[in-house]
């Protein structure tokens, strides 16, 4: 009896498979996760300060000014983008400047660049990426006289390292230290050397 029970139970399956209709059942592997995309263009909008060196400290006496940059930037490989950006300085002087006179009141200086750098970017922590850039830039130094206004610019180079910390995949916070300096010609007669060490604080946006 016991045989006959151990036999039609061993036939069951294959019986099973032979009923018309009836498909064999196999196991499916499991679907792999879709790979994230990671965001390619970037924005960023900074702010801070700028401490004057070269012949903003030497000949002018400029003080710490406020600075405020932008910059578009895009990866062209992992942990590499280029990028395009301005940095604006808006020139602040010592209470004795220019020669040892006061400033006059209406003057304004100011200091632009327009750069096109390459920055490399790589992971510190699971929220924190360290990144370091380098940049050939425009530079522009304008004034602005009782109703006058005159500018001079020159080619300059310039780096900016820093940290970012994502509070979002696509938004990061960050700060970092910079350094810039062209020779600007002024009157086709004398070079002057515009340099600033930087400060800033900034926000940036993946998409």
């Not at 909008?45 to 578009?72: F, I, N, R, V």
């Not at 380098?134 to 500018?151: E, F, K, L, M, W």
Request: glycine residues 10%.
């Amino acid at each position: 009896m016991r045989t006959i029970v151990a036999l039609t139970l061993l036939a069951l399956p294959a019986t099973a498979a032979a009923q018309p209709g009836m498909t064999p059942y196999y196991a499916q592997p499991p679907m792999a996760a879709p790979v994230a995309v990671e965001p390619k263009l970037r924005l960023e909008l900074s702010l801070g300060a700028a401490s004057p060196k070269g012949d903003w400290k030497d000949q002018l006496a400029a003080d710490t000014s406020p600075a405020l940059g932008l910059q578009l930037g895009f990866t062209v490989a992992p942990n590499v983008s280029v990028f395009g950006g301005f940095r604006y300085v808006n020139v602040k002087f010592q209470d004795t400047a220019i020669d040892g006179g006061a400033v006059p009141a209406d003057l304004e200086l100011s200091h632009r660049e327009l750069q096109l750098g390459l920055r490399f970017m790589s992971p510190i922590s699971p929220s924190a990426k360290f990144f370091v850039e380098g940049h050939v830039h425009s530079a522009t130094i304008a004034a602005s006289y009782q109703g006058q206004t005159d500018s001079e610019s020159g080619l300059g180079l310039g780096g900016r390292g820093g940290v970012v910390f994502m509070v979002d995949r696509k938004i990061g916070l960050g700060a970092a230290v910079s350094y810039s300096s062209a020779d600007i010609e002024i009157d086709q007669t004398e070079s002057f050397a515009d340099t600033w060490l930087g400060f800033d604080g900034f926000l940036s946006f993946w998409f």
